[in-house]
């Protein structure tokens, strides 16, 4: 079963995702943190640098928009990079975000989210996919907002098995994407506490399953969970440790230290659920600023040992 790899904004970058392919693999799709086209029809040079191509990765820009002329400027921009897929992001459940109607906002507004894909989708340059949640409210908006996402030629519907009001609180609906999947038209993906193998293995088994899985905090914490998921080598600490070695020696070439310090020390705090007894090394990482402080933290992480099931454990 195809794996894809969901965005975290400010980690999951054309570095990181340049690290993981060659240090784990196991990923079909590796998604980019939205970018925003704005009204003006201009992408800033740090967007245009986060959605570059890049060589031997399946990447799939992921756009922001509520209006049908920004949307299609940056599917044009895109296919004019190379891409030959796009994914439109109705999922993102940050209140900056829904407040202008973008992202899951556009789940209280059928009618919005209806003129945006019949002004678009004859007219891409491109495929098209859609980030999803259930419903604004409630999970039982998504029947509804299925039926009116299967009248459009879309490449495949990825839906994060939650309402936007409970962010990522409380157990996924499985029940409600389940149901969904004997119903649907279109390819549905399934995202939603992906966090070890077994998950994993316990969605392929679903009749019928899901099209694909798309994971994101499992993946950032436990970097070798795809591989795993299709049979291959578990985690464990020397990959590791050349792997964080990897991603600070990427964001320092790319970025100034203190930005390079905060990204390694950001997937550290991630890295971190895979050890047992993590506590202090994960206060030592929260405080890290400079780089012998980041290095001190990371020797002391890899001090811990690896947890018998090592993946991502929700902060509560």
């Not at 790899?5 to 939205?34: I, M, N, S, W």
């Not at 992408?43 to 299609?72: C, D, H, M, N, S």
């Not at 206060?283 to 890290?288: E, G, M, T, V």
């Amino acid at each position: 079963m195809d794996v894809y790899f969901a965005p975290l904004e400010g980690v999951t970058d054309a570095v990181y995702r340049r690290v993981h392919a060659q240090r784990f693999g196991g990923v079909t799709k590796y998604f980019t943190p939205f970018v925003s086209p704005t009204a003006d029809l201009r992408l800033t040079p740090k967007e245009l640098r986060a959605i570059a191509p890049q060589a031997g990765l399946f990447v799939v820009p992921q756009l922001l928009a509520r209006e049908p002329e920004p949307l299609l400027w940056a599917c044009g921009a895109l296919a004019g990079m190379g891409y030959a897929e796009a994914n439109l992001n109705l999922g993102c459940p940050s209140g900056t975000v829904t407040a202008k109607g973008k992202g899951a906002g556009l789940l209280r507004d059928a009618e919005r989210l209806a003129r945006l894909l019949d002004a678009v989708c004859p007219r891409l340059p491109l495929r098209l996919s859609v980030k999803t949640r259930l419903g604004y409210a409630d999970p039982g908006e998504f029947p509804a907002l299925l039926k009116l996402l299967s009248r459009y030629p879309l490449e495949e519907i990825i839906v994060h098995a939650r309402t936007r009001e409970e962010y990522y609180r409380g157990a996924p609906h499985r029940d409600v994407f389940l149901a969904a999947l004997k119903e649907s038209r279109l390819p549905l993906v399934y995202n939603g506490d992906l966090f070890t193998a077994r998950d994993c293995e316990a969605m392929q088994s679903a009749s019928p399953a899901p099209a694909a899985l798309m994971i994101g905090r499992g993946l950032i914490a436990n970097p070798a969970l795809a591989r795993e998921f299709a049979g291959g080598a578990p985690i464990d600490v020397p990959s590791l440790r050349g792997y964080v070695d990897a991603l600070l020696e990427g964001w320092l070439a790319a970025h100034p230290p203190n930005v390079a310090v905060a990204r390694t020390a950001q997937a550290l705090r991630y890295v971190a659920c895979c050890f047992e007894g993590a506590e202090k090394p994960v206060k030592l990482l929260r405080k890290a600023k400079t780089l012998p402080a980041l290095l001190e933290a990371e020797k002391r992480l890899f001090e811990c040992a690896l947890r018998k099931e090592p993946g991502y454990i929700p902060e509560t």
